[in-house]
């Protein structure tokens, strides 16, 4: 049985019992959240989040990209939301490599460079702060007053936030 297989039976297992609204895409807290694909963060948990409540963007490293503002900007202007948090964290895969190691090594492999950038980093902390910056500054977002980061920390599951 592939790992797909196990999530599918998992559904069928599971029926409807979530709970939350389903009735809008519009998110009724208004907020939209953007943190790391690492698997260990489970935001739905970590927030008390149920359905309907919040806009979930995940990334490899929860780092504030080009897609990431076309997101929001989304988000912000057809969808509601008026606030951004930003929730990177401890241990995270993105600060073990570097840009230019990782752009050799797929060009190596597929003979190809990327144009697009890894966002690598080494303090967790440097990269919440820049994520953060981002979305200020961003002209697209209409909502920018009101955008705060953090770090998680895996182990212990608590949240920092970033000044």
């Given at each position: 049985m592939t790992a797909i297989?196990?999530?599918l039976k998992r559904n069928q297992e599971l029926g409807n019992v979530v709970p939350g609204d389903r009735s809008s895409p519009q998110p009724s807290l208004h907020v939209a959240i953007l943190?790391?694909?690492?698997a260990r963060i489970r935001v739905f948990e970590i927030f008390g989040l149920i359905q309907g409540e919040s806009h979930i963007l995940r990334n490899a490293g929860g780092v504030v990209t080009d897609d990431m503002i076309r997101s929001l900007a989304l988000s912000q202007?057809?969808?509601?939301?008026?606030?951004?948090?930003?929730?990177q964290h401890t241990n995270c895969g993105l600060s073990l490599v570097t840009e230019d190691e990782f752009k050799d090594e797929l060009e190596d492999a597929t003979?190809?460079?990327p144009t697009w950038a890894v966002e690598a980093f080494r303090e967790v902390e440097d990269?919440?702060?820049r994520s953060v910056r981002r979305v200020r500054r961003s002209d697209f977002l209409p909502h920018t007053d009101n955008v705060r980061g953090f770090v998680y920390d895996v182990h212990t599951g608590t949240?920092?936030?970033v000044e």
């Open positions: 297989d196990v999530l943190t790391c694909m690492d202007r057809k969808l509601g939301t008026r606030e951004v948090l930003i929730v003979g190809v460079r990269s919440v702060r949240l920092t936030e």
